[in-house]
């Protein structure tokens, strides 16, 4: 329990910009599903084993309050116990609040949300699901430079591009219009597939995850349909992370 909690809150409130989870568990998985505010990132995860404590369709919001409380030493260590309180809404039982205890005895409590109160919050898109036109496993050192890239083009437009170049994946940054800064690298190489369309995706929110993803197995998804995902296996839950495209 205590470590799919560290996992998750690394995963959604460790990137800044997610602040509510869905949490639909049965005893065969445990999913979870959240979207940033600005409707630019839809997040679905499944854990690699059902969590028994968490059964139920819920919600975990605060999450920056929550990521702290887990990350609190006495929390973190062997001694630390972890309960879930749970509670009957509308004939139903789902979790209803999480008690922290450290070996001091020192604790916190952490409450869910409801169904009804994490849907109206979340107003989560569904992902209907694509052709993926190019697959492949970013490099540590592609997403470094990528990132120093982003420092310096950021402020002239906070948005990148992708096209498929000799079979290699080429990000664009800057304004690519004739009258401003413009700059391309290549971000992946011997690539299979090809991409046809000139869309284009944020760059904070994508490298953001990709730094994420360089302590796991990290695969990027790009579609020429207007659809960007990066796959996150932390060892203990998938986390696909889906950005819809925008027109540059």
């Known amino acids: 329990m205590k470590d799919i909690l560290l996992d998750l809150v690394d995963h959604t409130a460790g990137l800044g910009f997610i602040e509510n989870v869905k949490v639909t568990g ?3 998985e445990t999913s979870f599903e959240a979207m940033d505010p600005d409707r630019t990132v839809i997040l679905n995860a499944k854990t690699t084993n059902p969590v028994p404590e968490l059964i ?9 309050f929550l990521n702290g409380i887990v990350n609190l030493d006495g929390y973190k260590a062997d001694e630390a116990v972890i309960n879930v309180k749970t509670r009957e809404r509308n004939g139903h039982v789902a ?7 450290d070996q001091y005895g020192n604790t916190d409590q952490y409450r869910f949300m409801s169904k009804e109160v994490v849907e109206q919050q979340l107003k989560t898109v569904k992902f209907r699901g694509v052709n993926w036109n190019v697959s492949f496993e970013p490099s540590k050192q592609s997403v470094q430079e990528l990132a120093q890239i982003a420092g310096i083009y950021i402020s002239i437009e906070p948005t990148f591009s992708v096209r498929t170049e000799n079979g290699n994946l080429v990000v664009g940054v800057g304004t690519d219009d004739g009258s401003g800064h413009v700059g391309k690298r290549i971000f992946a190489r011997n690539v299979d597939g090809e991409l046809k369309q000139n869309w284009s995706w944020p760059l ?13 197995a990290c695969v990027m998804n790009i579609s020429d349909q207007g659809a960007l995902q990066i796959s996150i296996d932390s060892g203990l839950a998938v986390y696909n992370y889906i950005l819809p495209a925008m027109n540059k």
Do not use: W
């Open 204 to 216: 904070h929110q994508v490298l953001t995850i990709l730094k994420l993803g360089m302590s796991g």
């Open 56 to 64: 139920g369709e819920f919600g975990m919001g605060n999450l920056g």
């Open 26 to 28: 049965t005893d065969a």
């Open 95 to 101: 979790p209803d609040s999480l008690t922290f205890e």
